[in-house]
């Protein structure tokens, strides 16, 4: 039986020509991914042996203060895994980088300071690609460079996800921009 693991995944606003855009590339090129997930940076890795409840009310109280904001991804790179096999095709931010790496350190901070993983595996980023050839990913990156990428979207909320095999269960959706 597969392991249950909780993380915290920021799911921006899209415009609907931009979603479908990411999404058209995320079916063709990460099919076992594209309709589990939304597009999403992840702020918090997986984690297991958090009660549900418990893991809500650590994530909760890092967020009052915590304003929505704009990003921009205006870059698309081929990322190798550490581990040498996979390569995924990312989708980087320029302007909002900054507030998307401060709200993944201060979800990341406390209790779940030890959950944290080291960069570049934390770089943010939206995966729209996964494949075995480093080339094809190669490729399929410069093209979408040389279409100057520019997709604006909005961080306007937090969800708290819950994974087991391949399911996938929203459990709280946190607006940001709340009061304590």
């Not at 063709?28 to 991914?33: G, I, K, P, S, V």
């Not at 900054?98 to 300071?113: F, T, V, Y």
């Given at each position: 039986?597969?392991?249950?693991?909780?993380?915290?995944?920021?799911?921006?606003?899209?415009?609907l020509?931009?979603?479908?855009?990411?999404?058209?590339?995320?079916?063709?090129?990460?099919?076992?991914?594209?309709?589990?997930?939304?597009?999403?940076?992840?702020?918090?890795?997986?984690?297991?042996?958090?009660?549900?409840?418990?893991?809500?009310?650590?994530?909760?109280?890092?967020?009052?203060?915590?304003?929505?904001?704009?990003?921009?991804?205006d870059?698309?790179?081929s990322?190798?895994?550490e581990?040498?096999?996979?390569?995924?095709?990312?989708?980087?931010?320029?302007?909002?980088?900054?507030?998307?790496?401060?709200?993944?350190?201060?979800?990341?901070?406390?209790?779940?300071?030890?959950?944290?993983?080291?960069?570049?595996?934390?770089?943010?980023?939206?995966?729209?690609?996964?494949?075995?050839?480093?080339?094809?990913?190669?490729?399929?990156?410069?093209?979408?460079?040389?279409?100057?990428?520019?997709?604006?979207?909005?961080?306007?909320?937090?969800?708290?996800?819950?994974?087991?095999?391949?399911r996938?269960?929203?459990?709280?959706?946190?607006?940001?921009?709340?009061?304590?």
């Amino acid at each position: 039986m597969p392991a249950e693991t909780l993380c915290v995944l920021l799911c921006p606003e899209f415009a609907l020509a931009d979603y479908e855009q990411i999404q058209l590339w995320r079916r063709e090129h990460d099919t076992a991914r594209a309709d589990l997930l939304l597009p999403h940076f992840t702020l918090v890795d997986p984690v297991t042996g958090w009660n549900p409840g418990e893991f809500a009310r650590e994530i909760e109280a890092r967020l009052p203060g915590q304003n929505p904001f704009g990003i921009v991804l205006d870059r698309a790179v081929s990322h190798q895994d550490e581990g040498g096999g996979e390569v995924a095709d990312w989708l980087v931010p320029g302007p909002g980088r900054e507030a998307l790496e401060a709200l993944q350190d201060r979800l990341c901070s406390g209790a779940l300071a030890g959950e944290r993983r080291a960069a570049p595996a934390r770089r943010p980023h939206i995966t729209i690609g996964r494949d075995s050839d480093a080339a094809a990913s190669q490729a399929r990156v410069k093209a979408i460079n040389e279409g100057e990428l520019s997709i604006h979207c909005l961080a306007s909320a937090v969800q708290i996800v819950r994974i087991k095999g391949e399911r996938v269960k929203l459990l709280e959706r946190i607006p940001l921009g709340r009061e304590s």
